[in-house]
């Protein structure tokens, strides 16, 4: 399996601009997970999926963020409009529902907000 | 509240030393505990998990962790660093219910000197 596939990695978008980043977890994996990495904030959890429905979205800054997972092989994340303060690095990870595993994560977009 | 805390954010150790990061947890019942690392621009790859039995747990690159439950700490160690471990390292606990959801700790540097 190639493993958890995001893209774009690098993504420049002008403040009040939409940005969407997109994720494949892997084939067979029932949870989908988005993080966000700041300096400030760490890494933290925005939103994850079970089966396509999402079950969590606490994380989720601002309703300028939304996120779907139409199907059990793709993932997006949407923020409208962007700002500055959202330029970090977005995390995908998945994992399967069996019992004592772990999240596998994706290489991340960084994304940057002018 | 579960929370992870790593105590140094920044560890230098010469190449050949032994190396011990940090980590405690606070958490309500039995902890699901990772150790992640990260290197430059790259996604969170998993060291060494633990979801129960022995506290002593091996995982990939040489790194072992141990599990103290009186003291709520897993600490990452391996006896010999080499240069490519330079990276960041990220302990972390899992949610209850067993979702796969992580709390991550502040992640600790390590630079390693030649």
């Known amino acids: 399996d190639a493993g958890v596939i995001q893209s774009p990695r690098h993504e420049v978008t002008e403040m009040g601009q939409e940005v969407t980043l997109r994720c494949k977890p892997i084939?067979?994996?029932?949870?989908l997970f988005w993080y966000r990495q700041t300096m400030m904030r760490g890494l933290e959890l925005l939103i994850y999926?079970?089966?396509?429905?999402?079950?969590?979205d606490s994380g989720m800054p601002e309703d300028r963020f939304s996120a779907k997972m139409p199907n059990a092989s793709f993932s997006t994340l949407k923020i409208q409009p962007s700002e500055p303060r959202d330029s970090a690095v977005y995390f995908c990870?998945?994992?399967?529902?069996?019992?004592?595993?772990?999240?596998?994560f994706g290489q991340g977009t960084r994304l940057t907000v002018v | 509240a579960q929370s992870v805390t790593q105590p140094d954010i920044h560890i230098t150790v010469s190449e050949g030393a032994s190396l011990e990061l940090r980590c405690n947890y606070s958490?309500?019942?039995?902890?699901?505990l990772f150790w992640y690392v990260q290197s430059p621009g790259q996604g969170l790859q998993l060291l060494l998990k633990?979801?129960?039995?022995?506290?002593l747990v091996q995982g990939i690159k040489g790194f072992e962790a141990e599990f103290k439950r009186s003291q709520s700490s897993f600490n990452l160690r391996k006896p010999s660093v080499h240069w490519s471990d330079a990276a960041e390292y990220f302990c972390?606990?899992?949610?209850?219910?067993?979702?796969?959801?992580?709390?991550f700790g502040q992640g600790t540097t390590l630079q390693v000197k030649p």
């Open positions: 972390a606990v899992g949610a209850k219910g067993n979702t796969g959801k992580l709390i």
């Open positions: 999926f079970n089966n396509n429905v999402p079950i969590d």
């Open positions: 084939s067979g994996h029932d949870y």
């Open positions: 633990y979801f129960s039995g022995d506290t």
């Open positions: 990870a998945s994992r399967n529902a069996g019992k004592n595993t772990e999240a596998f």
């Open positions: 958490y309500g019942a039995t902890p699901y």
